[in-house]
């Protein structure tokens, strides 16, 4: 009797557990889906940013072929991703639209006005392609403006050898100002390469990709870091720079191998409290390292946490919202585009959930290779709470200075990523959305001054 008692209270419990679970489950979709009712009241193109849009492409048939072509290459692409990298397939206009569909926001007036186009060549104020890629944006509080900064990759794509990646020889970190983010000035070239040490790390023949700035509030210095390597990966550092003026120029200090190990792809996050955080790809690119920099941004500390090991991520893009950290990253595929996931955490230091791929529209394809993109930075909207920009790159690898910029907005709200049966893991965070437009804007009351 003692037994049945036992076993009656056990299942009683399970039970009461379960339904506890299921209520918790309920509350937090309602609060979310109230979350979403808020933003649509709050956001007046909250729906328009939502309403995404659906690419059919579809493969060409292939091409009339001689029966020798046919034996020297009978392999054709038959997939949207190889299309993507065969610089002469038929739907390279699609990927890369050419120089009349240009944006151009200084004669772009009337109904094309603010309005971004993802994938289209993009014109700074000179009327010359923006070169700021795998970059990342500092908004200046002294001067109310925007610093794009980025790769200027406008030189020749080459090989170094048969086995290696495509490559442009270091120019160095373009800057871009901005009060509107649609409209950019060419502040020039603010951290350039060397030409004549060949054993300096930003000589020409190395690389230098993912430049992210910060502002140091105690040593009012703007704080360049940014991966550092050779021709062949080997090196796999971080450099660090420093500056008295977000145009620069940027002094370069040195590089190093963060907490002794090897890094390649990486990034800078600052919290709200002024603590920034370096986070790079590490371990042959098998799992992140994440820790925190040094109180002058120069070095980072003796602390570091491993996350998302064995998880092979790479361009990890950090962002915060109402006290929850989320990150997007991309899959190790080189050039090639892959599949995008969120991820989130209630401390910076993890531990790190995976939450799904956050892509939604385009088609299915689009969704599985990021819109053809790979991701580099995620830009709070100020003034619009659980608005943010996605920025990510179309790599070009036939022509990487043509390589493209792919801005969309992304939402935090609404359904949690993981349903109660899927898995009983708390907390349960709500999604994290990349919505497909070929052309959008933002909100009506959004400005530079919010």
Wanted: proline content about 7%; glycine content about 8%.
């Amino acid at each position: 009797m003692v037994s049945r008692y036992r076993f009656s209270l056990m299942v009683c419990s399970f039970i009461g557990c379960v339904l506890l679970f299921h209520l918790y489950f309920l509350n937090q979709s309602q609060h979310s889906q109230h979350a979403v009712m808020q933003m649509n009241s709050d956001h007046p193109y909250y729906r328009e940013l939502v309403e995404v849009e659906d690419d059919g492409i579809k493969i060409p048939p292939p091409r009339k072929r001689s029966p020798r072509a046919i034996k020297r290459k009978p392999k054709r692409p038959t997939t949207l991703i190889e299309e993507f990298l065969d610089e002469s397939s038929q739907l390279r206009y699609i990927f890369f639209p050419g120089q009349k569909t240009a944006i151009d926001p200084l004669n772009d007036a009337g109904n094309e006005s603010l309005y971004y186009h993802p994938g289209r060549i993009w014109l700074d104020t000179d009327g010359n392609p923006i070169q700021a890629h795998g970059g990342g944006i500092l908004y200046d509080d002294r001067s109310r403006t925007y610093y794009w900064y980025g790769e200027y990759k406008d030189g020749p794509t080459y090989y170094a050898h048969k086995k290696a990646a495509a490559r442009v020889d270091i120019i160095g970190v373009g800057c871009y100002s901005s009060k509107d983010l649609w409209t950019w000035k060419n502040e020039g070239i603010v951290l350039a390469a060397e030409e004549a040490n060949e054993t300096h790390d930003l000589h020409t023949s190395n690389v230098l990709e993912r430049p992210k700035v910060i502002y140091n509030k105690n040593t009012n210095k703007y704080v360049m870091w940014m991966h550092i390597d050779d021709a062949n990966y080997t090196k796999a550092s971080v450099g660090i720079a420093i500056s008295n003026s977000p145009t620069g120029p940027f002094d370069y200090i040195r590089s190093t191998r963060p907490h002794g190990f090897e890094s390649r792809d990486m990034t800078i996050f600052k919290d709200d409290d002024d603590v920034a955080y370096l986070v790079y790809s590490s371990e042959d690119n098998s799992e992140l390292h994440i820790g925190p920099l040094t109180q002058d941004y120069l070095d980072v500390t003796n602390v570091m946490r491993r996350i998302l090991v064995g998880q092979h991520r790479e361009a990890p893009a950090l962002f915060k919202h109402e006290g929850t950290y989320y990150m997007i990253t991309s899959g190790c595929t080189g050039w090639a585009p892959n599949e995008a996931l969120a991820h989130a955490a209630e401390s910076v230091m993890g531990p790190w959930e995976t939450m799904g791929n956050p892509c939604v529209g385009g088609n299915k394809v689009f969704r599985l290779a990021t819109f053809f993109a790979q991701s580099t930075f995620v830009l709070p909207l100020h003034g619009f709470p659980g608005v943010f920009i996605f920025m990510a790159d179309r790599w070009n690898p036939a022509d990487l200075r043509d390589s493209r910029y792919v801005w969309l907005p992304l939402l935090v709200g609404g359904p949690v990523d993981r349903p109660l049966d899927y898995s009983f893991g708390f907390p349960l965070w709500p999604r994290v959305s990349i919505y497909w437009h070929k052309r959008w804007k933002l909100p009506y009351k959004w400005s530079g001054k919010n």
